[in-house]
């Protein structure tokens, strides 16, 4: 088959991106940002709270970790469940043990359905953030846009409903967005969102309904990625944790503070066999006096207040 | 002619690994490295090309862009860093529109003293279906933009996301074009057949690209770091016979990611110390093996 000839047309070859939302910039000619307590590395530990119904929707995609047998798929459903039963409060401890406060990225039907758990991050001092309506909630281009904006309203607002205050931050399931999705989150209120892993620090994105600042989340460096779809051991990942840690602390010493995003999955983390070794990473994180943790909140006030 | 379906394509003729003339590198060197960078950039919303998907998901894959956009913002400062201090300059595949979008990429290369041959207008961008002026086109505009960006007259080409015609390989050589990386069927190089010049594949690699290591093999930063020395190794001890090729293909969004660069460090500095590497661009090598076995160029 022949291409058609405007398949040789760059309308947007040009000067900077071949989009508006955002100006090139390298992270090495950034004014150095300084972290509170003179911390040089801040950890920005995210925890994705989901819950998958035993009836999976395709449109527009299937969520990562959904159902995969015939109806009814007992064994995904309540190994799902295992992670926001136990996985999470393993994950909890690790964190009250280290004194860190984290970011937790929630369906906001969990605040429904498992109102302790949402009371005993909140009393933990943790930040939730907003992760669509349950794990059917994906969006892509191809979902209605006021279809898209029920559902992010949605979200928000069961989740202010529980917590009492508006979430700040948003993550999408997968970090999948439509064309409008940054848009209708500034319209929202949203302050932040973790959805596009092109950086190491936050910076400002622009949309037609006005600005939103990108919290960049490394999808590279989520548990997810390393031991489900990599199939590396715990081990492995927490070297690969201890190697960025080391490689990112020296470079803060020139060019600023930097932030290492940990994204974790409660039924992959949060196993028996895996939190021991995750609880030694995490243990000797917090003994480094340069090495500190961040909900994505603070990092973000941080951060803003540098500009 | 092109569309023509070949199950041979007659690109070379077969020579057994055994008995070969002994290619010899400058001091006595066995193994000639080369890091080839591949400094890309990738479109957000790229028009369709009916023989390939440009991203896995619908526009815009947020995911599958702001992975690649993190090589400009990030990690291709911190990779070309490293490189340069232990003593590797690059041979850079270029996808060409990165001179228009983000000359200050490229600028860096030039400053280094990298070579640029053309990776396509954008990694988004397929030969795919593309007719003979089509291709002439963008081989064209690879040669004037980069010319026009870094001075330098490209003598190489690696095809855009390794998508090919017949004809490519005809043309690279009709332009006086020296080198293509896109055939893997040796670790010497190899002229290859074509209708007018000379054009010679110079060794890249899928095999130990990081791209193959961490999205094929699915190794860990170490696992590839140790899969690189290995190979050097390897390469670099049969050299002696005669001289082979390794080449390391990069792409900074993979392994200047932080828990990637670390690692691949101790590799530069294996093979900067262990003496038997020349390490150098790919238009020197190319110069070199054409000098040995008479090339007519």
Sequence with gaps: MSLDPSYLDYPKRGRGMDHGYYPYSSLFDRKPVQWPGDKKLMIWPVISLEYFPMVPNDDPFRAPGHMQTAYPDYRHYTAREYGTRIGIYRLLSAFEKVGAKVSVATNSVIAKRYPQLIEDIISGGHEIIAHSTDMNGTIASGLAEADEKALIEGSLTALEKVIGTRPRGWLSIARSQSFNTAKLLAEAGVDYMCDWANDELPYGFQTDTGAITNIPLNHELSDRQIINVQQQSVDSYAQQMTDAADWLLAEAGQYGGRMLPMHLTPYIMGLPYRISSFEKLIAGFAERNDIGFARGDAILDSWKAQR | ?297
């Design chain 2, 1 to 297: 002619m092109s569309d023509v379906q070949k199950s041979d394509p007659g690109l070379y003729d077969y020579a057994a690994y055994r008995g070969r003339p002994k290619i010899e590198w400058p001091d006595g060197k066995t193994c000639a490295v080369w890091v080839a960078p591949n400094l890309e950039f990738y479109e957000l919303d790229p028009a369709v090309n009916p023989h390939r998907k440009s991203w896995p998901k619908p526009h815009p894959d947020v995911v599958g862009y702001s992975h690649r956009d993190h090589a400009n913002r990030v990690s291709h400062w911190r990779m070309a860093e490293m490189m340069t201090k232990h003593g590797f300059p690059g041979s850079v595949s270029l996808s060409v529109a990165l001179c228009d979008h983000i000359p200050e990429v490229v600028e860096d290369a030039k400053q280094r003293g990298w070579e640029f041959f053309s990776h396509g207008i954008y990694n988004t961008r397929y030969s795919y279906g593309m007719d003979e002026a089509q291709e002439r086109a963008i081989i064209e505009d690879s040669i004037a933009t980069v010319e026009r960006a870094t001075g330098q007259r490209i003598r190489g080409w690696l095809a855009p996301a390794l998508t090919h015609t017949s004809r490519t390989l005809d043309l690279l050589a009709e332009y006086g074009m020296d080198y293509t990386c896109d055939l893997y069927h040796d670790d010497q190089p190899t002229d290859v057949k074509v209708k007018s010049g000379q054009l010679t594949a110079i060794p890249y690699s899928l095999e130990v690209n990081d791209h193959y290591g961490f999205f094929i093999y699915n190794m860990s930063p170490r696992e590839y770091a140790d899969t690189l020395i290995r190979q050097y190794d390897r390469l670099a001890e049969e050299g002696a016979q005669s001289g082979t090729v390794m080449c390391i293909p990069l792409h900074s969004y993979l392994i200047g990611q932080p828990h990637r660069i670390g690692p691949f460090e101790a590799v530069l500095e294996h093979i900067a110390a262990d003496g038997r590497a020349w390490i150098t661009k790919a238009g020197d090598i190319v110069d070199a093996f054409r000098k040995q076995t008479g090339g007519a160029s």
